[in-house]
């Protein structure tokens, strides 16, 4: 079936820096949305991308269908900004299918 | 105020009850969706619901069942809940069907002893 492979599956950052996460897809998505889970475990919405890139403060998301991967780029990462972060996929049956999330700690 | 509301936060069940779970979306949205999650796996997709009364399997729906009889509300149901469904459901809803963003609600922890 479907697959999402996320990377890194953990990730440590000093305050201040960055890095990406990346998402490849087994075929072709329609969409990707990125969420991160909050202390509360709640699911909060980051992005929601058909094609192209999005920008929103310190976050950077990009999708190409075409080339099955999405990548989430964090740069100036707060204490805040730890938790856990997934992407989904957005299948061709308006399905999503998950990744199994990257678990960020920003360290002060 | 776009809002998706689930009851109960947490719970816990001896194996063989029932159990019901309950979500509620204040943006009328047409689509509903019972997730659960798991330590190390991402969400895995239990029941998708097109509106009232047009429910379709997820990936792993065995063992659920769902009920939509209003737009706004969607159940999640465990006849004779097993120590194996143990898990952290997320209800979620989205716009349309399909190509929207989905909207979570803050997951129902179930502990099935």
């Known amino acids: 079936g479907d697959q999402v492979e996320q990377s890194p599956s953990a990730l440590s950052l000093h305050e201040g820096t960055g890095s990406a996460l990346r998402c490849n897809f087994t075929?072709?998505?329609?969409?990707v949305q990125w969420f991160r889970k909050n202390s509360r475990g709640s699911l909060i919405n980051l992005f929601y991308?058909?094609?192209g890139t999005k920008e929103n403060g310190r976050l950077k998301s990009a999708f190409d269908s075409k080339e099955r991967y999405s990548t989430l780029h964090i740069r100036d990462a707060q204490l805040e900004d730890s938790g856990t972060y997934f992407c989904?996929?957005?299948?061709?049956?308006?399905?999503?299918?998950f990744g199994a999330g990257t678990r960020l700690k920003v360290i002060a | 105020d776009m809002k998706v509301t689930q009851m109960p936060r947490y719970l816990i069940k001896r194996m063989g009850e029932n159990v019901l779970l309950e979500c509620g979306q204040d943006?009328?949205?047409?689509?509903m969706y019972w997730y659960r999650q798991d330590p190390g796996l991402g969400l895995q997709l239990i029941y998708i619901?097109?509106?009232?009364?047009?429910?379709s399997e997820g990936d792993i729906p065995k063992g659920y069942r769902v009920s939509r009889k209003k737009r706004e509300h969607f159940s999640l149901i465990l006849d004779s809940a097993k120590t194996n469904q143990t898990s952290v459901y997320f209800c979620?809803?989205?716009f349309g069907q399909g190509g929207n963003t989905l909207y979570f609600g803050e997951g129902s922890r179930l502990i099935v002893v």
């Open positions: 943006m009328s949205h047409e689509t």
């Open positions: 991308l058909a094609s």
């Open positions: 979620a809803s989205s």
């Open positions: 075929t072709t998505m329609r969409a």
């Open positions: 989904a996929a957005e299948t061709g049956n308006y399905k999503y299918v």
């Open positions: 619901s097109y509106d009232v009364d047009s429910n």
